[in-house]
């Protein structure tokens, strides 16, 4: 009894100290990287909640996300949050070591942003302005741009990126393979527990990918904003 319990509190201490390294490491970001990636998530948000709105269909990540606050009403932000811990929890499993913690960050915050942008009425003002055709245009290049700032400042990532990098070094495969059988099985359970599907959803697996590269070669030449985000992948994992 004795002796589980100090292997408990060796776990306890070694998670903290885990925690506590990621926190400093946030820390050492620069305020260029920080500025692009708080830019991005923003950005994301708006385009997530212009998809939304649509109801054209959203994103597959989003379908699986709004189809369990339909299920739980805790709102997008806490629902992005145990979507992020599911797949934080398979990638720890599968690799055997502790996860970085920006994916979490990232998905919630975006959830959080787009609670958000409903409590301010952001929807009920775009919808009144706007078809939802346009709502979906404006939603794939938020989304687009977005993402390129994300990827470029280094910080963030997007959570099921996570578990398709893990399936491209364990199993061989390209990244888009790997990519896209998550994002069908994400969109899949979405689907069936309820979540929304449409002309948006198929709009953001094929346009969202082939416009992010120019982006970011749009961010570097014509706004100088350095990319961080290739060397941090290369080296974190």
């Excluded at 699986?64 to 806490?78: C, E, V």
């Excluded at 364990?170 to 099985?185: D, L, Q, V």
């Excluded at 979405?190 to 982006?215: D, E, K, Q, S």
Aim: hydrophobic share 50%.
């Amino acid at each position: 009894m004795e002796d589980e319990k100090i292997k408990c509190e060796k776990k306890s201490y070694f998670f903290s100290r885990y925690i506590g390294t990621q926190v400093l490491e946030l820390r050492r970001f620069k305020s260029d990287q920080i500025l692009m990636y708080l830019t991005g998530v923003s950005l994301f948000s708006l385009g997530a909640k212009c998809f939304i709105i649509s109801q054209l269909g959203t994103d597959p990540l989003d379908v699986l996300i709004i189809s369990i606050d339909k299920m739980l009403a805790l709102g997008m932000g806490i629902c992005s949050a145990i979507v992020s811990l599911f797949f934080l929890t398979w990638w720890m499993l599968w690799n055997k070591k502790y996860p970085p913690i920006s994916p979490f960050i990232t998905t919630t915050l975006t959830g959080l942003l787009i609670d958000l942008w409903s409590v301010l009425g952001l929807g009920e003002y775009l919808t009144a302005r706007m078809n939802e055709y346009s709502l979906l245009a404006i939603g794939l290049m938020l989304c687009a741009y977005s993402s390129a700032l994300i990827i470029m400042s280094g910080i963030g990532i997007r959570i099921m990126d996570l578990v398709v990098l893990t399936m491209v070094s364990r199993w061989g495969w390209s990244f888009t393979k790997a990519k896209m059988i998550i994002e069908i099985g994400i969109f899949s359970a979405g689907w069936l527990l309820g979540g929304p599907f449409g002309v948006g959803t198929i709009a953001f697996l094929l346009v969202i990918g082939p416009l992010i590269h120019p982006f970011m070669n749009l961010n570097a030449k014509r706004f100088s904003l350095k990319n961080y985000g290739l060397t941090r992948a290369a080296s974190a994992y």
